[in-house]
């Protein structure tokens, strides 16, 4: 994989533009009903157990149940997601089936070559519900303290990085820091952030770039450590914790939004009541404070702006992309 860096591209695409601003539109006022058509649901996640959209999909999955709906999350994962992709396109469009995406569908489009599916067609955007940066994190035995640290260690010797799989928001953020920093650490993709982060814990890779919200617990516990996250500001449930901006690449800034999409030819009435279900699940403030805590910001973007959130990274994940020579075999 080769890489070539324009600084201009880097600054105004990648860090100022990959992330729209989370919108909180109220769901519509006359929603009263507490599920929508089909009484049983699958939310398919297209990355193994144990990362942050897997658990951002239970949970919602969790308070479908509370509204007497049966939800199911099915773990498809695998080349960035778009095996899920491809699955829930063709599936029946009722309502039944739900896909929880992240900005790996956006980024998918321009490295892998045969996706199986048109992903502004075949698939709708329903609901963007939440937005997280990432970490930079290695085990809690490693000897550097600091981003710093590692880049000066790396420098004399490349290391072993994982991420949440080929094609996903981490690993491009880990190339990316790669580039920042003149490194040349080999990249290890993994089939979700939960398969990472046990190897991280396990001390079989050097550091890795993964999720916050799937990395919370165990830097709480110190059984692994954060060394900067990509957020344009420290975070307010890790405010100790130094922006990559701050550890010496100035303007690096990412996030990912996460959201739920349907099968692309669901009718308009139905992905307005699955948004008005899930809207009031997200504001509710129990939801709002679990959200927090797991380093969420919530959002309840509508169909509408959550395609054009969609929609929009589609296009700078290709220029990106292109730029970077970034492609998956």
């Not at 070559?113 to 990432?134: H, N």
Request: glycine letters at 10%; a positive charge; proline letters at 8%.
């Amino acid at each position: 994989m080769g890489f070539v860096f324009h600084r201009g591209l880097f600054r105004r695409a990648v860090l100022a533009g990959l992330v729209g601003a989370a919108f909180l539109s109220a769901p519509h006022a006359g929603a009263q009903d507490r599920s929508w058509g089909p009484k049983s649901v699958q939310i398919t996640v297209g990355f193994a157990p144990g990362g942050g959209v897997d658990l951002l999909a239970r949970m919602i999955a969790t308070e479908l149940q509370k509204r007497g709906m049966t939800a199911v999350v099915e773990n498809r994962p695998g080349a960035g997601s778009t095996l899920a992709a491809a699955y829930v396109s063709g599936r029946p469009n009722d309502g039944s089936a739900l896909m929880m995406m992240n900005d790996s569908y956006a980024l998918a489009p321009a490295i892998y070559p045969k996706l199986g599916y048109d992903p502004r067609k075949d698939l709708a955007p329903v609901i963007g519900v939440a937005y997280a940066p990432m970490v930079v994190l290695v085990p809690a035995q490693s000897p550097h303290k600091t981003l710093a640290d590692l880049v000066a260690a790396s420098s004399k010797a490349p290391m072993n990085w994982g991420s949440c799989g080929s094609g996903t928001a981490p690993h491009l953020a880990g190339e990316l820091l790669n580039i920042a920093f003149k490194a040349k650490n080999s990249h290890v993709p993994y089939k979700g952030c939960g398969p990472a982060l046990v190897d991280l814990l396990g001390a079989q890779l050097d550091f890795g770039v993964v999720t916050v919200s799937g990395a919370l617990g165990h830097l709480k516990t110190g059984k692994l450590r954060a060394l900067a996250i990509t957020s344009a500001q420290r975070a307010p449930f890790l405010p100790d914790l130094p922006t990559v901006a701050e550890s010496g690449s100035a303007d690096f800034q990412m996030s990912q939004w996460q959201g739920l999409g349907v099968p692309g030819n669901t009718p308009e009435p139905v992905k307005q009541k699955i948004y008005e279900v899930v809207a009031e699940i997200i504001q509710n403030p129990e939801m709002q404070k679990r959200l927090l805590d797991l380093g969420y910001t919530p959002a309840t973007e509508n169909p509408a702006q959550f395609q054009r959130v969609v929609h929009a990274d589609i296009d700078r994940m290709s220029v990106i992309a292109k730029r970077l020579n970034l492609k998956v075999d």
